[in-house]
Each structure stands twice: as structure tokens, then as C-alpha cells.
Nanobody, 125 residues
Framework: QVQLVESGGGLVQAGGSLRLSCTAS????????MGWFRQAPGKEREFVAN????????AYADSVTDRFTISRDNAKNTVYLQMNSLQPEDTAVYYC??????????????????WGQGTQVTVSS
């Protein structure tokens, strides 16, 4: 079993920045791909970004490219999402997820095996 715990959400003004963290526990996660998803009220959960075990394979949703950066520190079992130039449309609950797939070519929620509890990000205009 793997447990994922997110932190770092909050309220920020448009144009501001936040950094989300997700720490995994329960078993070694270095060979897994980690991802971030988000879900706004009334909308489906959507892919934001993911990163493979080496940190060299990355993927981003078009809506966050050039604004968000995903990274991971395997020594700390932690994945990060640096979010810059935040906009009101980025408001959502952000979820960390882990998949057994070892490459970043999986973007559907169903591809992921474990999920965190989510952290709220609210961007005011």
C-alpha cells in the first residue's frame, strides 16, 4: 500500500504562486510515475502534470505549460508542483497520484493506482 499526503494549497491572488508538495509513504516509489490532477466544482478530474521515476520524463496539460513545473525528490519520497502566474481558472482541488507505469505517457485518472486526499487551491481575481 502507498499513502500520499498533499500540502501547500491555499488562497492566492491572480498572478501569484504556490508550491504543492506530495509525500509518499508505505513503500518505495522511486520507479513509479507521479502525477498531479485537479478537479473544479462541477467538472471532471483533469490531468495537470506528471513525472517519471528518473525525473527526466515530464508531461503537462496545455493549460499549465510554461506556468507550472513538476519535480520530484526521490530521497524524500516527495513530488512538487510549482505553480506560477496563477489564474482564477486554476481554482480547484489538486490531487497527487501514483501509477505503476514507469513512463509519463499516462494522463487518465483511471491509469493511476493511488491518490492523495487533495488540497484546495483558490485563486482570486
Amino acid at each position: 500500500q502507498v499513502q500520499l499526503v498533499e500540502s501547500g494549497g491555499g488562497l492566492v491572488q491572480a498572478g501569484g504562486s504556490l508550491r504543492l508538495s506530495c509525500t509518499a509513504s508505505g513503500r518505495t516509489f522511486t520507479t513509479y510515475t507521479m502525477g498531479w490532477f485537479r478537479q473544479a466544482p462541477g467538472k471532471e478530474r483533469e490531468f495537470v502534470a506528471n513525472i517519471d521515476w528518473s525525473g527526466g520524463g515530464l508531461a503537462y496539460a496545455d493549460s499549465v505549460t510554461d506556468r507550472f513545473t513538476i519535480s520530484r525528490d526521490n530521497a524524500k519520497n516527495t513530488v512538487y508542483l510549482q505553480m506560477n502566474s496563477l489564474q482564477p481558472e486554476d481554482t480547484a482541488v489538486y490531487y497527487c497520484a501514483l501509477t505503476y507505469y514507469s513512463t509519463p505517457y499516462y494522463w487518465r485518472p483511471d491509469d493511476y493506482n493511488y491518490w492523495g486526499q487533495g488540497t484546495q487551491v483558490t485563486v482570486s481575481s
